[in-house]
């Protein structure tokens, strides 16, 4: 009797990734995940890895299953000083398995699945609480996600112009230059203060443990798309930001209690009351209707990341690409 054996599991670079994870297709895989009621996706377990490193560095685990999509799990480090070394600050590998036999069916390059399906989710969210003619948006932050951030809001808003704002004034022209080659009008800005008075949107992706943007600045009518504090010690807006806005929402309310930290610190100040937090993603893709927003109200999100996100991405990136002849 031959035994049949069962073929090794595909590995699908970061190339391979960001041709196969276009944000049109890839926000729409997002919306259905978060309305999905089958899909399981545990709290991540989250380890500091302060002996192995300088900067506070973590280990990140993170499942999710279900019977459309399958089992996945990611492994991520963050190493925030990397760039000490000219390296990238988040590293690791995700794992595709088949939901009917356990199956390894494929392996990620993580930096890139994190970094699109990251971006999709801000977009998505964009999608329900920024204005619709939404046309200038500020992006603070010239690392990884900084380069896909514009471009996914970009698939849901009329986006005319992209103001790049970083610590490294090179950095920012970088960044801006990598936008500009992708279709943006994009251009680097000297100061956060002065670029809010011209944004709609404004989407912070840093590593920063202090806030960077002030709700002193915001116009009224500007959506807040909060990305990069992902432990409570992180910070990018101040509790003046929470003060002001007339909604706030995040990607899973129970991720960004835990490790949000500009939630969590408004909270503990009083500048953020508990209730004032509308829901989270799933809600608003489950909602019969878009929220009703007025033209002046400031709109929230915050995200933390979640791991129904990397399931459906890396679902969908494995059938577009099994879909192609070979």
């Known amino acids: 009797m031959t035994v049949s054996r069962p073929s090794s599991p595909r590995f699908i670079d970061a190339a391979t990734v960001a041709r196969n ?41 993170m499942p999710a299953w279900s019977s459309r999509l399958g089992i996945g799990t990611k492994l991520v480090t963050v190493y925030p000083d990397n760039h000490k070394l ?12 088949d939901a009917a036999t356990g199956r ?29 003619d939404s046309r ?39 960044t801006a230059r990598f936008l500009q080659l992708q279709g943006l009008a994009a251009e680097p800005v000297g100061s956060v203060e002065q670029a809010c008075a011209q944004a709609d ?16 600045w915001l116009r009224p009518g500007t959506h807040v798309d909060l990305v990069g504090s992902f432990t409570p010690r992180m910070r990018e807006a101040d509790d003046r930001v929470l003060r002001r806005a007339d909604a706030v929402w995040c990607d899973t309310t129970q991720g960004v209690l835990a490790e949000g930290g500009d939630i969590i610190q408004a909270l503990a100040s009083g500048a953020l009351d ?3 937090i509308h829901g989270e993603l799933a809600d608003l893709c489950r909602a019969a209707q878009t929220p009703a927003r007025a033209q002046r109200h400031i709109t929230v999100f915050k995200s933390v990341g979640a791991a129904l996100q990397d399931l459906a991405a890396s679902r969908l990136c494995l059938d577009r690409l099994t879909a192609q002849p070979v």
Not at 86 to 97: A, D, E, F, T
Request: hydrophobic share 50%.
């Open 86 to 97: 000219g390296l990238p600050s988040i590293h690791g590998l995700y794992v595709l398995m």
């Open 136 to 174: 200038t948006l500020l992006m603070v932050g010239t690392g990884r996600l900084a380069r896909v951030l514009p471009l996914a809001h970009a698939a849901v808003r009329p986006l005319q112009r992209v103001l790049v704002w970083g610590r490294s004034a090179d950095k920012a022209r970088e």
């Open 104 to 132: 390894p069916e494929a392996v990620f390059d993580a930096g890139e699945l994190t970094a699109r399906r990251t971006a999709a989710a801000s977009a998505l969210a964009s999608r329900f609480l920024s204005r619709p």
């Open 201 to 216: 949107i404004i989407s912070c992706a840093t590593l920063s443990s202090q806030a960077i943007l002030s709700g002193d």
């Open 274 to 276: 508990a209730n004032r």
């Open 21 to 61: 994870l276009p944000f049109p297709e890839l926000i729409e895989a997002l919306r259905k995940a978060f309305a999905a009621t089958d899909l399981v996706a545990p709290a991540r377990n989250h380890y500091d890895l302060d002996t192995l490193g300088s900067g506070s560095p973590v280990l990140l685990s």
